[in-house]
């Protein structure tokens, strides 16, 4: 007879996010892959965008905590920089990213925070959310920072974006939710705004939540949590959803599965055919 402590080692646990959520809608199988198999990466994807992003993160973080001044965030942003092997690393197009596009944007960041007070910065909440028999779901996001605008004097989450391109889609106003609801969820009041400043484009996507979209936003992580329990650990469940991105570090893993279930399907159709 098996223990409880060896039933739980069987559960699979994962945590639903911005990201993961935002996956999920894209691609179930490619959600499968990455958070239930947990399967290695088979593809090379660009990696210079997440980590120049990273870099100017980490720089206005430091900054805001008194870590760095401004005389000194501009050395530790080249350091950095070099240590990443960003001079190495090609973008989409082959091309080598500009390190003073990146320059531009942290400046227009350092400017933000010397905007707002208070500064609580990278703050991770998470919490368990649903139990079943096979999987452990959880709540988890990281808020780039919380603040209050000195002239105002309103509280505001704040996310830098590095992007090109100002999202118009639901997968960033998702986030903006997501992270309202996370500071609900720890006590804290819904902010006067949530505002995702594009550094390199010098523009902001200002959002506002109220109560309800609180708690319509709790019904759409229960429903997700529902859908995800109901197709279980078995990886045929899943839809396949769009897996041509750039970004899909697991493509060969999703071609094989395609490859599967269309083998599976002409089997069956052999065996029906012959009987």
Not at 33 to 56: E, F, H, M, R, W
Not at 184 to 189: A, C, H, L, R, T
Not at 222 to 248: M, R, V
Request: glycine share 6%; with cysteine.
């Amino acid at each position: 007879m098996e223990t409880p402590k060896k039933d739980m080692e069987k559960k699979v646990s994962f945590n639903l996010s911005p990201s993961s959520i935002n996956l999920f809608y894209q691609s179930p199988l490619l959600f499968y892959l990455q958070y239930i198999q947990k399967a290695p990466d088979d593809t090379p994807v660009p990696v210079c965008y997440g980590l120049s992003g990273n870099i100017v993160h980490d720089c206005l973080q430091k900054y805001a905590l008194g870590e760095l001044n401004k005389e000194n965030v501009f050395t530790h942003f080249s350091q950095e920089w070099m240590k990443k092997n960003l001079h190495i690393h090609r973008d989409a197009k082959g091309e080598f990213l500009s390190q003073e596009e990146y320059i531009i944007a942290l400046i227009k960041g350092l400017e933000i925070v010397d905007q707002h007070s208070s500064h609580i910065c990278e703050e991770s909440i998470q919490f368990p959310f649903k139990e079943t028999e096979d999987m452990s779901i959880g709540i988890r996001g990281i808020i780039d920072l919380q603040a209050k605008h000195q002239s105002t004097s309103q509280e505001v989450i704040i996310d830098y974006k590095t992007s090109n391109n100002l999202s118009e889609g639901k997968d960033f106003e998702r986030q903006a939710l997501f992270y309202n609801y996370l500071r609900v969820k720890k006590g804290k009041p819904i902010p006067e705004k949530t505002v995702f400043h594009y550094l390199k484009l010098g523009r902001e996507k200002v959002y506002t939540f109220s109560q309800e979209d609180i708690e319509a936003f709790e019904e759409e992580l229960n429903e997700i949590a529902e859908q995800i329990a109901d197709y279980g650990t078995f990886i045929g469940n899943y839809p396949i959803g769009e897996i041509d991105s750039l970004f899909n570090s697991k493509k060969k893993a999703c071609l094989a599965e395609i490859a599967r279930r269309r083998g599976s399907r002409d089997e069956a159709g052999f065996l029906q055919t012959t009987f």
